[in-house]
């Protein structure tokens, strides 16, 4: 298997987080870095090893020592950004939200399979041991009737907003708000265990800014239902769940730490596993694999997926009356 060198879109803390998990990874290797300011880009790059720096972007699409790229840019900018490294034959891999909405993702996967290249969303929780071990485990619980999921965390910078100072996270114009920064982590699951639910409702709680500070929605399926809360303005300590007919599956947070069966004759069973701490290493290693067994789809993390991710939150949006300027390009 072959090493892959990276260029990497981005200099906030995610990419820290990245980086530390990346830099562990043996085919994994940092060339580049680009940010609108040529010196951040040399400061950031310059801590993690990469040797080359760009604060233009076409320039870095097409520079010949890339052979990847990681995105962590503002949503807003997902789609265009990717769309110019994807005709530049680069692999992507695109931070969640894969963009603001379905046109843009449609847009992304065609210009991916256009160029013969991959397009993989980087969403971590699909891709870990523990939610495979559910995937693996699922049938246990016989009929599975409702699936739960919350992801309420009160956020940093909300504080800030408080102050009166809005930060990247609460900005409409970047296609932002708590559904796409982390109620996003509570659709993904639902859709890889289950599919795409028939119907949702929702509600949402707005801040002034424009942008959603929470909100829940309702799936239904046929039988069986879901319900997902997610917050950038409260913590909630609630376990995930999936309940069955026969038992059910209680995971102790959205990062799925820690899983166990609880079988109706009250029997335990718990079918985690140890994971790594920084768990952004498997979605680099399951983009970095599909790389090299020549793939050009993730089936852990698909094209189906990302779309059906998105649609249900646009139309999670239309139900709440979220809107972003990306929607109307």
């Given at each position: 298997?072959?090493?892959?060198?990276?260029?990497?879109i981005g200099t906030g803390?995610?990419?820290?987080?990245?980086?530390?998990?990346?830099?562990?990874?043996?085919?994994?290797?940092?060339?580049?870095?680009?940010?609108?300011?040529?010196?951040?880009?040399?400061?950031?790059?310059?801590?993690?090893?990469?040797?080359?720096?760009?604060?233009?972007?076409?320039?870095?699409?097409?520079?010949?020592?890339?052979?990847?790229?990681?995105?962590?840019?503002?949503?807003?900018?997902?789609?265009?950004?990717?769309?110019?490294?994807?005709?530049?034959?680069?692999?992507?891999?695109?931070?969640?939200p894969m963009a603001s909405?379905k046109i843009e993702v449609?847009?992304?996967?065609?210009?991916?399979?256009?160029?013969?290249?991959?397009?993989?969303?980087?969403?971590?929780?699909?891709?870990?041991?523990?939610?495979?071990?559910?995937?693996?485990?699922?049938?246990?619980?016989?009929?599975?009737?409702?699936?739960?999921?919350?992801?309420?965390?009160?956020?940093?910078?909300?504080?800030?907003?408080?102050?009166?100072?809005?930060?990247?996270?609460?900005?409409?114009?970047?296609?932002?708000?708590?559904?796409?920064?982390?109620?996003?982590?509570?659709?993904?699951?639902?859709?890889?265990?289950?599919?795409?639910?028939?119907?949702?409702?929702?509600?949402?709680?707005?801040?002034?800014?424009?942008?959603?500070?929470?909100?829940?929605?309702?799936?239904?399926?046929?039988?069986?239902?879901?319900?997902?809360?997610?917050?950038?303005?409260?913590?909630?300590?609630?376990?995930?769940?999936?309940?069955?007919?026969?038992?059910?599956?209680?995971?102790?947070?959205?990062?799925?730490?820690?899983?166990?069966?609880?079988?109706?004759?009250?029997?335990?069973?718990?079918?985690?596993?140890?994971?790594?701490?920084?768990?952004?290493?498997?979605?680099?290693?399951?983009?970095?694999?599909?790389?090299?067994?020549?793939?050009?789809?993730?089936?852990?993390?698909?094209?189906?997926?990302?779309?059906?991710?998105?649609?249900?939150?646009?139309?999670?949006?239309?139900?709440?009356?979220?809107?972003?300027?990306?929607?109307?390009?």
């Amino acid at each position: 298997m072959n090493k892959i060198k990276f260029g990497i879109i981005g200099t906030g803390k995610i990419v820290d987080n990245f980086l530390d998990a990346a830099l562990t990874h043996d085919k994994f290797e940092l060339v580049a870095v680009y940010s609108r300011d040529i010196k951040k880009a040399e400061e950031f790059g310059s801590k993690y090893g990469a040797t080359k720096f760009f604060d233009n972007l076409d320039v870095f699409a097409r520079c010949g020592d890339i052979d990847a790229v990681y995105i962590a840019s503002p949503n807003s900018f997902h789609a265009s950004q990717a769309i110019l490294c994807l005709e530049n034959k680069k692999h992507v891999l695109c931070e969640k939200p894969m963009a603001s909405n379905k046109i843009e993702v449609k847009q992304m996967i065609e210009k991916a399979q256009e160029n013969g290249v991959l397009l993989m969303e980087a969403m971590r929780i699909t891709v870990l041991p523990n939610f495979l071990k559910v995937k693996e485990n699922l049938h246990k619980i016989g009929k599975v009737r409702r699936y739960f999921a919350s992801y309420c965390q009160y956020s940093s910078r909300y504080d800030k907003y408080k102050e009166g100072i809005v930060l990247n996270a609460f900005k409409r114009e970047l296609s932002n708000g708590a559904l796409m920064d982390i109620g996003v982590y509570c659709i993904h699951p639902m859709i890889s265990l289950f599919g795409k639910p028939n119907g949702v409702v929702s509600q949402a709680v707005f801040l002034e800014s424009g942008v959603d500070g929470q909100g829940s929605a309702m799936f239904s399926y046929e039988g069986a239902s879901g319900m997902i809360m997610y917050s950038k303005i409260s913590d909630s300590k609630l376990p995930l769940e999936i309940q069955g007919e026969e038992g059910t599956i209680i995971i102790d947070n959205i990062l799925f730490n820690s899983v166990k069966i609880v079988y109706r004759d009250g029997r335990e069973e718990v079918i985690s596993i140890k994971q790594r701490d920084n768990d952004m290493y498997y979605e680099l290693d399951e983009f970095i694999n599909v790389i090299n067994s020549n793939e050009r789809e993730s089936m852990k993390n698909s094209y189906k997926n990302s779309l059906m991710a998105i649609e249900l939150m646009d139309k999670i949006r239309n139900q709440i009356g979220l809107e972003y300027p990306a929607d109307f390009k």
